[in-house]
């Protein structure tokens, strides 16, 4: 009998030996985050009622029980999102308006709504989709009061030093916010002109008023773009 010689450098099948090609499974926590994004993705270009949990199920390739095993549904699901972007935005308000001159303080609120929508594109497409800022319910008009609520403060202390009345300072917030969140909806698709050019309008209008308007606006703070 012929002896057939074997390569030992021919890779041995072995059929309990997982396959290197084999995908590791998500974590819990892995799969939340990639339902959480794909989810935002299509709330953004669809808004809530166009997306359905078998897309959502079918682009993270995994079956509808998954999504409701993380989230109890679209609605839990649509809920975590929007919560995140207002948290993102707010907390992006807050941390921008560190002092210095009112007019300085006014250009810091409009770059930090101005670099959300840059930056967070689809989350404030899905904070405005379905709720208008000038309505008074909804997650945008009830972010907006937020945000208002941090300028009342500032605007009080501002209004008290120059001897006028701290009674209106929450009117002057909410016009100043809804002035520049108005302002930044209308942005969100024109992206013209740049960013600092439309910060410098906003607070042009805001400090000077129709009667003062400077033809040139120029920035104060240290941000110029």
């Known amino acids: 009998m012929v002896a057939v010689a074997t390569d030992d450098r021919t890779p041995q099948h072995r ?42 199920a079918a682009k993270a390739g995994v079956s509808k ?23 993102q935005l707010l907390d992006m308000v807050t941390s921008a308006l560190t002092g210095g ?3 300085e303080l006014l250009e810091q609120a409009a770059f930090a709504l101005l670099d959300y929508i840059d930056t967070y594109t689809d989350g404030f497409r899905i904070l405005v ?18 945000i208002a609520t941090q300028v009342e403060d500032i605007l009080g202390r501002e209004f008290k030093g120059r001897g006028f009345d701290e009674k209106l300072a929450p009117l002057y917030a909410q016009a100043l916010v809804g002035m520049v969140a108005l302002t930044g909806q209308w ?10 050019e439309v910060a410098a309008h906003l607070v042009n209008l805001a400090w000077h008023g129709l009667d003062g308007l400077e033809p040139s606006p120029r920035l104060i703070g240290h941000r110029k773009a």
């Open 15 to 56: 059929p309990d030996a997982p396959s290197r090609r084999a995908r590791r499974r998500m974590t819990g926590k892995e799969r939340r985050e990639q339902l959480l994004d794909i989810g935002r993705r299509l709330f953004a270009e669809r808004g809530f009622e166009g997306t359905s949990v078998e897309e959502i």
């Open 65 to 87: 029980p998954v999504v409701y095993e993380h989230f109890g549904g679209k609605e839990g699901l649509y809920a975590v999102v929007v919560d995140r972007e207002m948290r």
């Open 101 to 103: 001159h009112p007019r």
């Open 129 to 146: 989709r379905d709720s208008s800022v000038a309505s008074t319910t909804g997650t945008f008009a009830s972010l907006i009061s937020d």
């Open 187 to 196: 942005w969100l698709n024109a992206r013209k002109p740049e960013k600092a």
